[in-house]
Every structure is written in structure tokens, then in C-alpha cells.
């Protein structure tokens, strides 16, 4: 992960002998992403821009991009390249909504507990994220589902939760404020 940029998705393949490459991109919001201009390339952990030529949709999540300067030959070096664009091109999120990166530092409250710590990062696993919270008594793993998170208050960054029955206590004990 790039320090600075979200991940929009991977190079999968080459596409036909001209030299484009087939783009999966990990978004909901593909219309917002069917004019874009450039991505940032993964390449030796460091951003590298890349210009696209044109841009066509192919299927479900992907798009079939020629990128100025990459022709035929060199396309297929870059395929299983991650892309990405700066984080100040994603859209505001409001209400209970954030983006992983944002609440990093965050001090998570839960409703029977009070105060469990710090949101070190948010951990994405294949099938659940979970907040990471430092804790004084250790690591506390907390999933991120709607049905959890009461509030996102940006302001004093803090995000309320109503953890489950006895989840808290299986890291810190049984230790109720």
C-alpha cells in the first residue's frame, strides 16, 4: 500500500496485441472512474503516473486501457501492477460511512465498556475488517458491521460502538466500567 493513495485495482492481463491492458478496478463507483485521465502505477513500492490513451469498458468490474508510452511489447511486464490514485481524489464520506484510512488514530467507545483505546489501523481480512485497538491490556479486534458502529464523529474523532455480548471481554476481561 502506497503511503498517501488508496488501491483502485490491478493490471489482470494483455488485451489484444496493441498493446492494451485489461484494468480490474475494486470500486462500487465505476462511472466515476470511465474518464479518468491517469493512475499511479505501483513500481518498487513507489508511485509512478501513467497516462491513459483510452479507456474502454469490457465487463462487470474492468476496462481495457492503452496507456501512452507502453506499447505491445512492453505491456506485459506490467501485468499484476497495482493502480492507484491520491487519496484526495476520493469523495467526502459522511454519517456512520468512512474510509479505512480515515480513522486511524480514532478512540473507539463502546457502550458498556467506555473508552477501549486507539484505532491502530483497520485490518481487511478476506471475508471481515475489523478494527485494530490499542489497548493497555493488548490488542482488541473489533469487526467493522453497521450493526456496531453506533457513530463516527470526525470531530473529536471518535467512533461509538456497541460491541457484542462478551466480545470485549475475551481480550481485556471481564472489566465493565
Known sequence: MLEGYFYLGKIT?????KGELLVYLDTDELEKYKSMESVFFEINEEPVPFFIASIKYKSDNQFIVQFEDIDAQEAMQYVNTSLYLPLSELPPLTGNKFYYHEVKGFRIIDAVYGDVGTCETVLEYP?????????????ILIPIVDKIIQKVDRINKRIYIEAPDGLIDVYIGNQVK
Not at 492481463?13 to 496485441?17: E, H, P, R, S
Not at 471475508?127 to 490488542?139: C, D, N, R, T, Y
Open 127 to 139: 471475508h471481515q475488517a475489523v478494527f485494530q485497538i490499542l489497548h493497555p491490556k493488548g490488542e
Open 13 to 17: 492481463k494483455v488485451f489484444g496485441l
